[in-house]
Structures are given as structure tokens and as C-alpha cells.
């Protein structure tokens, strides 16, 4: 015979009776409470670490990023400017890398770097050019290798031509000198172009400043007369001479023997 | 802060039937006393904001018993084939033995369903709250386990 529902309830309560002690009940949720506690402290400290952490690293390289625009000298490790004055050295600010005070840098005797009549009055030329070491030799696969050439708007322009001689500095201002200084910037490729053979080895130092006197981080010119490199030692572009020739800017290449190469550009 | 006073009341005046419920969840005495205990500290730390601590709970003891059979089984598998009853004159005692017996061999929400229905005896739609099912379900379980315990349902079922 089948059980009935009152057996079936009869058979369920069959047991009952044993108690539940509630202080152990509270001691055991007081515990559990201090346990969840501790763990939410614990979870809390740890995302404030990360917080500031995270914080921090994102301030750095915000600070890196503004940096390397004010001159493209992100890490002063990477290169070393091989200025021909003695002053300055690259500082992790974009500091142009030698003064250029007119007592430290007169040319010597291949003829005088100021020109009594430029625009740009104590503007000198330095002895030998700025050459950049940049990371992996440099190109355009170089970190920076597209960035801007000149970190603010350009007032003034002196170019500098090596050899040095009577034509040094080149001074170019208002106009001529920002629409140059655009003409590098943006029509300059960041790769090489191939040209015609030129014998002849193009050598200079671009001064540029801007509308208040400050001047930037100077610019390599290397080259050939069809190809020319230019770098502020981590901005690259590659232009055709044909761009300083047609601001009036001249370049006597080197070694303009037939056939024969003198050096090669520093890298 | 818990009114320790009011949660020492209720504990004195529900924690018998609390605790014998945790015991035909599991199906084992000890198991039984962990889950109360579960059920009860749950309670503990949300007493003020409790409308109902009685149902609340059962319903913690049924949702806190469901989630470890979910985790582990312990052993005890429904069977399809019922295995024979000890002799055709069991007595009440050997009956309520064979009934419980049974009953650890149910799926844990059919026990669920027959604990909370002739054990504490809730209406359908409070079994089906507890349990956070249709009224249909629980109608269907309780059908499908009754016939698995062999229990003859009344007329109109329990209430």
C-alpha cells in the first residue's frame, strides 16, 4: 500500500528537534564581516596603487610627448651633437645644442661669419656644423623621423654653408623665411629620393628663430646637390637643393673633382 | 547595527525547523547544520533590511543547498528503476525509513519541492517564490517526485 501524504509528512518530521545555537550564528557573521572587510580594504589599496601608477605613467609620457615637440630631443642618450662651440651640449629640453654668442663663435680666418649688413645681427656661424648620431644611423625608419623639423613657427632663417666663406650666413627673414621653412617642413619627403650623379658634397647648418629671438634646434644639412638630408636629430626630410636655390640660399658643393666623392655624409 | 535581541528570538523560535529543513535538503545530518548555518548567518548580515526572515531563509537554505549540488554531487543519483520496499509489512517506522530513503534518492529541487510543500508547509505559489519557479513547475516536480517517493496523493494535494 502506497504511503499516504500524512505518512509522507509524518516521515519528514520524524528527527526534528535539535536547536540552533544563534551566538554562534552572529560570532560566525561577525567574523565573515571582518573577512569581507579586510578583503575590500585590501581590493581598495590595490586599485589606488594602480591608479597612481597608471597616472604616473601617463603623465611621463605626456611630459616626453610635449618635449620631443619642442625639439624633437626626446632622449638626450640617443644622439650626440657634435656642435663646433662648446656650449650648450643637447639637454633633454630641445635646447639647441651650442650658443650662439657672438664672442664664442667667430669664424676664423676663411673669411667672417657675421655680416655686417644681415638681418640677423650676432647670428654667426659655427666653425664646423652641427652633426646629429642619431639611433640606427638614422633614416626614416628612425623613431621621430617624421616629426617637425622646427618645433614652433619660424621668423628667421640663417643658413650656413660649409665651407664657410663670405656667403655665410645665408639671413632670411619674414617671408622668405617662413615660406622656406614651410617648403622643407611639408614638401620634403621622409624618404630618400634618387636623383641625378652630383659629384659634390653639400654641408651646412640651418639656424632658424622664431618671432620673439628664440632659436631652435639647429638643422644638419648633408648631401649632394641634387639630394640633400636634413635633420634635428629626429626629424628627417630630404629635399632637392633646387629649394635653397630658389631662396637664395647658395651651397658651393665640396670636392668638385669629376668622378670623385668627397666623404661621406656623417652617420 | 542588528538588533542581536530580535535575530536571537527568531533563531530560538525557528532554528528546529530550520535546521531538521537543512537536514532533508542534504539528506545528512551534519551537511545539514552547515547549510543552516549558511542560511542563517546570510540572514544575520541583512537582518534590518529583512521584511520576512522566515522566508528569506528558507529561500536561503533552498538556494544555498541547489548551488552546492550544482558544484558537487554527493553521491546520490535519482533512479529511474525504484528500488524494492523492505517487506509488504513494514511498519510505521521502517515506512518513515523507506520514505526517507527515497527522498535522498530525489533530484535536489524535487526534494526541494517536497520539503518545502509537507515539510514546511507552503502553499504552491509560496514554494514556487521560494524557489524562483512557475506554479506549474512546482506542480509538475511535486507530481513527478511523489510518484518517485510512491506516495499516493490526496484528493486536492496538500494545501
Not at chain 2, 537554505?61 to 541547489?66: G, P, S
Not at chain 2, 554527493?74 to 509489512?89: D, I, M, N
Request: aromatic share 4%; glycine share 12%; with cysteine.
Amino acid at each position: 500500500m502506497s504511503p499516504s501524504e500524512f505518512q509522507l509528512r509524518a516521515a519528514l518530521r520524524d528527527g526534528e528537534g535539535d536547536g540552533v545555537d544563534p551566538d554562534r550564528i552572529i560570532s560566525s557573521a561577525l567574523r565573515l564581516q571582518l573577512r569581507r572587510h579586510d578583503r575590500r580594504v585590501r581590493v581598495l589599496a590595490v586599485a589606488a596603487v594602480i591608479v597612481v601608477i597608471s597616472g604616473g605613467a601617463v603623465g611621463i609620457a605626456a611630459l616626453n610627448g610635449s618635449t620631443r615637440e619642442s625639439g624633437g630631443a626626446a632622449s638626450a642618450q640617443s644622439r650626440t651633437a657634435a656642435a663646433g662651440a662648446a656650449a650648450g651640449g643637447a639637454d633633454s629640453g630641445g635646447a639647441i645644442p651650442k650658443a650662439s654668442s657672438p664672442s664664442s663663435e667667430s669664424v676664423g680666418a676663411s673669411g667672417g661669419a657675421v655680416v655686417p649688413s644681415s638681418p640677423l645681427p650676432g647670428v654667426t656661424c659655427p666653425k664646423t656644423p652641427v652633426s646629429y648620431e642619431l639611433p640606427g644611423g638614422g633614416g626614416t625608419n628612425q623613431f621621430g623621423a617624421d616629426g617637425p623639423l622646427f618645433a614652433e613657427p619660424v621668423a628667421a632663417i640663417a643658413v650656413c654653408s660649409y665651407p664657410l666663406g663670405a656667403a655665410s650666413p645665408t639671413p632670411l627673414t619674414g617671408t622668405a623665411a617662413t615660406a622656406l621653412a614651410r617648403k622643407l617642413e611639408l614638401e620634403g619627403s621622409s624618404s630618400p629620393r634618387s636623383g641625378p650623379y652630383c659629384a659634390g658634397q653639400v654641408r651646412g647648418e640651418l639656424l632658424s628663430f622664431t618671432s620673439d629671438g628664440t632659436q631652435l634646434r639647429p638643422v644638419e644639412i648633408t648631401g649632394t646637390c641634387t639630394r640633400v638630408e636634413l635633420t634635428n636629430g629626429s626629424a628627417v626630410r630630404y629635399v632637392s637643393l633646387d629649394l635653397f636655390t630658389q631662396a637664395g640660399v647658395k651651397f658651393i658643393p665640396a670636392g668638385l673633382t669629376p668622378g670623385k666623392v668627397s666623404g661621406s655624409p656623417k652617420r | 547595527m542588528t538588533d542581536n535581541a530580535a535575530f536571537r528570538a527568531f533563531v530560538e523560535a525557528n532554528g528546529a525547523v530550520l535546521l531538521h529543513a537543512a537536514r532533508l535538503l542534504t539528506g545528512d545530518h551534519h551537511r545539514g547544520e552547515d547549510l543552516v548555518q549558511t542560511a542563517l548567518t546570510r540572514l544575520y548580515l541583512k537582518w534590518d533590511g529583512v521584511d520576512a526572515p522566515l522566508a528569506y531563509t528558507r529561500k536561503a537554505l533552498v538556494t544555498a543547498h541547489i548551488d552546492s549540488t550544482r558544484r558537487r554531487w554527493w553521491g546520490e543519483r535519482p533512479t529511474e528503476v525504484l528500488p524494492e520496499v523492505a517487506s509488504a509489512a513494514a511498519t510505521d517506522v521502517e515506512e518513515r525509513d523507506e520514505l526517507r530513503r527515497l527522498l535522498s534518492g530525489l533530484a535536489p529541487r524535487e526534494r526541494a519541492v517536497i520539503v518545502l510543500r509537507y515539510y514546511c508547509d507552503l502553499s504552491e505559489q509560496d514554494t514556487a517564490a521560494t524557489l524562483g519557479m512557475p506554479v506549474g513547475t512546482v506542480k509538475s516536480t511535486c507530481s513527478r517526485a511523489l510518484s518517485r517517493l510512491r506516495v499516493e496523493a490526496g484528493v486536492g494535494g496538500a494545501r
